[in-house]
């Protein structure tokens, strides 16, 4: 039952010529484009597509606002498609297409299709990183890249009534795994065939920055390194695109770097790299809030100021308790 990855991410969006030009700056490669649409695919073969907000392509849902309005997550086999739609079709109505492709919606109403998908691999080869004593690079200069060009979508993120909840749904129905639980602010979720740290965050549309319905979030991009991170995230500010309320810095969770631009599809565009890459001997961890959202960033914004509190454990659904040993809390 391997689900692969995000295959494609639809778009509802108010003013498609303006999100063309943020994705053509962005760095993806358009595939085809007309009055009603603009396809870009990625050279793994992932897709993203934008229709306007009232073209009845775009699915309604509880989940408002422009951005991503449906996904479809790839599946490496058609058996194992067929094994997955089997199962969801004995709990939920789906809808299957001539093409194999089977609609649904999750446990919070979100519009999704699995399709197969033959996720190609792609290759980077990021210039070794040189430290006194440690040289990795003799009389060799880094490269020199004028654009980002992401090659993959890592991962896609939605607010949700009830994290747990929908956590829950995409375990048993779709065989996802957790990778962590940041406390008060969700849960980050791997397809059962990827090795990404995270293919999807499941956030609490309860958070305070929020607006307290379900929407779309952001997506992560996939870049070689943190040069093509930075040099696509100054080429985007000198084309008049905005970075962020968070910007740049890494990630403690998942050790990810990453650069975020207010993106006018709705939510943001993230250009990522460097992340964890994880499989099923992950002992998933849960963190506390802030400690889990940087270890460093360019610029601290104040409500995440201050000293952090060093809280983060093994996950305590993943680890057997100690006999004799109350659960202590945090380590
Ligand atoms: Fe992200």
Known sequence: MAVTGIETLLFGVEDLAKCTRFFDDFG??????????????????????????????????????????????GVDTQENLDELAEKLALKQPIQRDNDGTVHFVTGSGLPSAL??????????????????????????????????????????????????????????????????????????????????????????????????????HHTNFGVEDIDELMIGTNYMTRKGWNTGPLGSGRHRIASALFSYLECPAGGEAEYGADSDYIDDNWIPREWNQVFATYSWMHKIPAFLGGAQKWEFRLHPEFTPKAEGKADAGWE
């Open 115 to 216: 399709r197969v998908f033959n996720r190609k691999k792609v290759t980077y080869a990021p210039d070794p990183v040189n430290a006194p004593g440690n040289v990795k690079r003799l009389n060799t200069q880094r490269k020199w890249k004028t654009r980002a060009r992401p090659k993959t979508i890592t991962h896609t993120v939605f607010a949700v009534p009830d994290p747990r909840a929908e956590y829950e749904w995409y375990r048993d129905n779709l065989g996802f795994r957790m990778s962590e639980e940041q406390i008060g602010m969700g849960f980050y979720l791997r397809c059962d065939g990827a090795n990404e740290h995270h293919n999807l965050f499941l956030i609490n549309m309860k958070f305070p920055a929020l607006p307290g319905h379900p929407l779309y």
């Open 28 to 73: 993806l490669t358009q595939k085809s484009a007309s009055d009603e649409h603009t396809h870009y695919q990625l050279e793994e073969g992932s897709n993203v597509i934008l229709r306007p907000m009232d073209d009845p392509r775009v699915p309604k849902s509880d989940y408002l606002g422009y951005g991503v309005k449906k996904v479809y997550w």
